[in-house]
Every structure is written in C-alpha cells, then in structure tokens.
Nanobody
C-alpha cells in the first residue's frame, strides 16, 4: 500500500507565498516522476509542475518564475514553493507520484490540499 500525504495549503493574500509538501510512504521500491496538479472549481485538473528523480523540472507557463518544485529523495517528499500568488492560483492542489512497487510502476494521487488566494 502506498500513501501520499499532502500538507501546506491554506488562505493567503495575493502576492503572498505558500509551500506545499507531499510525503510518499508504503512499500516503495523507487519513485520516478513526481508532480503537482491543481483543479479550480468548474475546471479540469491541470498540470502545474513535475520533477524527475534526476531533478529535471517542467512547469505550466502560468506559474513559471513564481513556483518552484523540488524533491528530497531520501525523504520521498516533493515540495512546491509558491510565490507571488494570484487569485487565479486558487484551486485544490494534488500531488502525483509514479512509484515503483512489486507489481510494477504505478501512479498514485494525494488527497488534495486547498489553496485560496484572496485579492
């Protein structure tokens, strides 16, 4: 069993910062790509950022220069540092990880954490 537990969401004013964390636990043989997605009310879930096990990163254009994804492989944890937050960043943020387990490589999701940016 693999679990992804997120933390760090909350309410912040526009221009503020938040840091999200996602810890992966369970019967893990390895973790490949980790990432953050978000879903705003009435919209589809969208990719925010990803990071490979080697540290290569990818961002959606709307967060480039404001958000930074990082990971601690020793702790099986991925982070999302969000600066200069805008009201349009308001969404539920979900952690995703491609985890190598005994049965192969599988994708897992966290439960989601709410980020609300007030204007």
């Amino acid at each position: 069993q693999v679990q992804l537990v997120e933390s760090g969401g909350g309410l912040v004013q526009a221009g503020g910062s938040l840091r999200l964390s996602c810890a992966v636990s369970g019967s893990i043989l390895g973790i490949n790509v980790m990432g953050w997605y978000r879903q705003a009310p009435g919209k589809q879930r969208e990719l925010v950022a990803t990071i490979t096990s080697g540290g290569n990163t990818n961002y959606v254009d709307s967060v480039k220069g404001r958000f930074t994804i990082s990971r601690d492989n020793a702790k099986n944890t991925v982070y999302l540092q969000m600066n200069s937050l805008k009201p349009e960043d308001t969404a539920v943020y979900y952690c995703n990880a491609h985890v190598l387990v005994v049965s192969g490589l599988r994708g897992y999701w966290g439960q989601g954490t709410q980020v609300t940016v007030s204007s």
